[in-house]
Structure formats: C-alpha cells, structure tokens
C-alpha cells in the first residue's frame, strides 16, 4: 500500500516485507524504515501529522511517532489480519476493519478499545470517517458498505448493490459521501444528506 497525507509532502509505504517505510518525494531517498513484524497492510497519518498507525497481519495495530519513528504502542483485539486503519478528523479516535468480520473503535491518545462493531458476515476491507467525524463506513467482503454513528456505535445503514467485495470506502473531503469501489473495478458514489437520522439516504450512481 502507498498512500500520502493530505496536505504533507511525505508519502509513506507498507509491505508485506513488515516495513513502513517514509520516503523523501524531492530526493527520492528513503527517510525512515519501521518494522511492524509482520505484513503490513494499511497504514494512516494522524491528521495533525504526528502519529502515524499500521495494521498488520499479526492482528495487531502499531502506532508509531512519525517523526522520531519511535513505537508508542500495540493495540491487541482484533482474531485475524488487521486489513485497514484510519484516524477520525479530529485525531481523538483510530478505527479499524479487520478479516474477523469487526469494525474497531479505540482511543488514538491511549489505546484503549472504545468499541467493537459487529454485523459483517465476511472480511472487513476498508474503514472511512466522514468529514465531520460522525459517521464512520465499512466495506466488506460480504459486498456490503455498513455506516455506523461513531458516538452510540449503532449501525445506521446498510448499502447493497455491489457483486463482489468493496475495498475501499474513502469519504470525501467536503461532502458528506463515499465513493465505495468493488473488486470488479464498478464504482458506485452514495452522496449522504445532512440530517441521517430525519432524512432518507439519496444515492446517485455512475
């Protein structure tokens, strides 16, 4: 996986070699070189820059301080490979998807488990906040897109529509909505109305 922060200069890479390597974009130099023991699947900047966070193969979550590289802590609760990570926009709360069907809330400050979310009946692939922190959304090998209220844990809906798994649910950076793409390369783009709990969902497809 390679992916940057918004907004930094530093991309930064994850391998099943078990390295999470942050690289110099100008030079082209490697910067740093973290070792999280096992294949490292995702991995997520805080949004102040700070922390950076990796799930592993090893169903663990290392979050490391970017820029001395230091290892904070191991978050341990997930049964299976730890698929995706992602800081919530304000940087209090990490969550992350999981293969044991799980959605994980957890204290970004502490490590502490908030919560767990379950109701996937297959590989959790990708987890994604909304802008605004409230809402968090799942995708699933089970072809499903779950969004759940982050504060109650409640599990607000549940998008159907794809035929095959969805690996990735990023949230769009100034709209309430996901863009949810499945294994086959169909996309489907739901757009989320301001008021969830009065509203009905209004989905637009492409």
Do not use: Y
């Amino acid at each position: 996986a390679t992916c940057r922060r918004r907004g930094a200069g530093q991309p930064r890479s994850a391998s099943v070699d078990g390295t999470v390597k942050i690289w110099d974009p100008a030079r082209g130099e490697l910067m740093r070189s973290l070792d999280s023991d096992a294949s490292a699947n995702s991995i997520a900047f805080s949004p102040d820059g700070k922390l950076l966070a990796s799930g592993s193969a090893d169903q663990t979550i290392k979050v490391w301080d970017a820029a001395g590289g230091k290892l904070l802590r191991t978050l341990e609760g997930h049964s299976f490979v730890v698929s995706s990570v992602v800081f919530s926009p304000d940087g209090a709360s990490l969550a992350s998807g999981s293969w044991d069907k799980t959605v994980k809330l957890w204290n970004a400050a502490s490590g502490k488990l908030r919560r767990s979310l379950d109701g996937h009946t297959a590989n959790v692939l990708s987890v994604a906040f909304s802008p605004d922190g409230k809402l968090l959304a799942s995708g699933s090998a089970d072809w499903t897109v779950k969004v759940w209220d982050v504060a109650s844990a409640n599990l607000l809906r549940t998008l159907k529509g794809h035929s095959d798994q969805v690996n990735c649910v990023p949230s769009h950076p100034m709209e309430r909505c996901w863009l949810r793409g499945a294994m086959k390369g169909r996309s489907k783009f739901g757009t989320w109305r301001r008021a969830i709990s009065c509203a009905p969902l209004r989905a637009i497809r492409v």
